[in-house]
């Protein structure tokens, strides 16, 4: 997932990582995960990799609270 995040450089929401293909976990408790890149001049230099133990737990206000906690940080 942090790969493609990167590659697409665009925020992730996966509701189940069972069904995301080549999803490779950080922990085998994780079934859902939201992934939000890093920008920094432009360029993708991170990413934020969260995990749920829940299946579809992360939505759309997820993303719009995460993404503006990351744009507030200085890199």
């Not at 995040?5 to 080549?22: H, K, N, S, Y």
């Amino acid at each position: 997932m942090c790969g493609a995040a990167w590659e697409r450089q665009q925020t992730l929401i996966v509701p189940d990582v069972e069904q995301f293909p080549g999803h490779i976990a950080c922990s085998s408790l994780s079934r859902s995960e939201i992934v939000i890149p890093i920008f920094n001049s432009g360029t993708v230099t991170a990413v934020l990799d969260v995990d749920s133990e829940f299946l579809n737990y992360f939505d759309t206000v997820d993303q719009l609270y995460l993404e503006k906690i990351i744009s507030l940080l200085k890199f």
